[in-house]
DNA sequence: ACCTGAACACCGTTCAAGT
DNA sequence: ACCTGAACACCGTTCAAGT
């Protein structure tokens, strides 16, 4: 009898028609080829069925990208143990910022379609327990996750898409063009508008985030 | 002779095949139907020609979506004379997130596709002088109003596509259930989570950023 | 140069029908 | 219930050919 013929086991087995299959396979060709190519379509096929089957496990395109992101949040890296609450925090999120960044268009996709899975609440969990050790008061630390997050995701998804030096590139001409006249302001700024390390200018974002949060009351009735 | 028949004035005139005449009919697209009516074919179909023939004027539906929302900057109210810097500078930020709220899925295209204006331009000189007002050192402020008006963008963005209704619901559902043993910090701080008004919120993030920008420094060779 | 029809290579989602 | 093929109603962009 012949055995099992070997191109069964070139690739992954085929996975089983389940939400923790079609999330996995969307993974591994998120990792492979990009979310572009993490389609409805692609998916049924290679699970040798019609898109239409799909929808049993999954609501649509937007709940599978969530789902897709909270399993990458899995892999992150626990939050440093060492240093002041401040860097631990700034670290924390740079490590998001950063799994973010290698793959924008989900960033995008998790903009609009907010994850609530398991390691979406670990992450939140982390950023409340570093501000409650800050001494952040519990009410603009809760408001103040929020900010962070967002700006965490908005950062990764404006690398989505099209060329985003292009745009760079052309903020930067529009912005150096402009008539001191007119926009004296910014004719001031120039310089600075665009200056300096992404490194240096996320890291400023987020600790004056940070700041901000920590020194900003929280209006009286917050119900 | 007959007139020239009253059906040729029923809709506007055909906008021409130049480049205003493109955003021109774009912008009203938009606004009778939405962005995802704003498409090349369909662009070109109500100019009478193909698709193809759009590429001339404009680079891609990306570059496209950018001169819209620049023209809809243009409808923005000038900034307010009266009241405090701060106050002001929430006054414009709020308008800006408001006419974007209007339009959400443009905000959410226009964080990946750089607006360079002239009405974008405008904006920011006008957060530059608000934020000069207030005696907010200068590198501060423009490094600054990168995290305003990504603030701004991201909020409206967040409404586009899916019901971000049921997104909510999902994370406060999440937030509930979730353990005190795994989550402390989540389960003390659950209500306040997703607590406040829209407006109470937006307020309140804008005077933290404000706050966090005015007290962050700027790292030292801000070349 | 500008303009075009046609083609390439796809999409998400729904529906009626089967098991 | 779960699963499916086929259909509906579209996309953006490129290319070769015309004017």
Redesign the pocket.
């Given at each position: 009898m012949p055995a099992t013929p070997r191109s069964r086991r070139e690739r992954p087995a085929k996975p089983a028609?389940t939400r923790e299959g079609i999330v996995g396979l969307a993974v591994g060709i998120l990792r492979a080829e990009g979310l572009h190519?993490?389609?409805?379509?692609?998916l049924?096929q290679e699970?040798?069925?019609?898109?239409?089957?799909?929808?049993?496990?999954v609501r649509?395109?937007?709940e599978l990208h969530a789902a897709v992101l909270d399993e990458l949040l899995g892999t992150l890296a626990p939050p440093p143990a060492e240093g002041d609450w401040r860097e631990r925090l700034e670290r924390v999120l740079i490590a998001y910022t950063g799994m973010l960044l290698e793959y924008p268009s989900l960033a995008r996709s998790a903009l609009t379609a907010w994850p609530s899975g398991p390691h979406y609440l670990d992450l939140i969990e982390s950023l409340l327990g570093l501000l409650d050790e800050g001494g952040v008061p519990r009410e603009r630390a809760a408001w103040g996750v929020d900010l962070l997050l967002q700006r965490a995701t908005a950062t990764a998804a404006e690398h989505a898409g099209?060329d985003s030096r292009d745009d760079w590139d052309a903020l930067g001409d529009a912005l150096g063009e402009v008539s001191a006249r007119a926009h004296p302001h910014i004719a001031a700024a120039s310089g600075l508008l665009l200056s300096g390390a992404p490194e240096a200018r996320a890291s400023w974002a987020f600790q004056a985030l940070i700041n901000g949060i920590e020194h900003t009351a929280v209006p009286e009735p917050h119900e």
């Open positions: 028609l190519k993490v389609t409805m379509r692609r049924a699970l040798d069925t019609g898109p239409a089957s799909l929808y049993v496990y649509n395109t937007a099209g």
